[in-house]
């Protein structure tokens, strides 16, 4: 597992653990990023990620993204 701060931009990846409070789980829960959800980064920019997970694409800081840890993303 490693953070999807460090996913590669367009690679698919699964969502395997949130980590963090239970208001940050449960906001991320609210955009949709739930454990076995798919997510793929779109672009990077300035450090900040623009994610698409279901059928939207959410602009998430380093920091909050650095709470979702993801398989697969990044090839080893």
Same mark, same amino acid.
Request: proline residues 4%; without cysteine; hydrophobic residues 45%.
């Given at each position: #597992?490693?953070?999807? +701060? #460090?996913? !590669?931009? %367009?690679?698919? =990846?699964?969502?395997?653990?949130? *980590?963090?409070?239970?208001?940050? &789980?449960? &906001? @991320? =829960?609210? @955009?949709?990023?739930?454990?076995? =959800?798919?997510? *793929?980064?779109? !672009?990077?920019?300035? %450090? !900040? @990620?623009? $994610?698409? $997970?279901?059928?939207?694409?959410?602009?998430?800081? &380093?920091? #909050?993204? +650095?709470?979702? @840890?993801?398989?697969?993303?990044?090839?080893?």
């Amino acid at each position: #597992m490693l953070p999807l +701060a #460090m996913a !590669n931009p %367009g690679e698919p =990846a699964t969502i395997r653990k949130i *980590t963090g409070k239970d208001e940050v &789980r449960q &906001r @991320l =829960a609210e @955009l949709g990023f739930v454990v076995d =959800a798919e997510v *793929t980064v779109v !672009n990077e920019i300035a %450090g !900040n @990620l623009i $994610v698409q $997970v279901r059928e939207s694409r959410i602009a998430l800081d &380093r920091s #909050m993204a +650095a709470r979702i @840890l993801i398989e697969g993303g990044k090839s080893s």
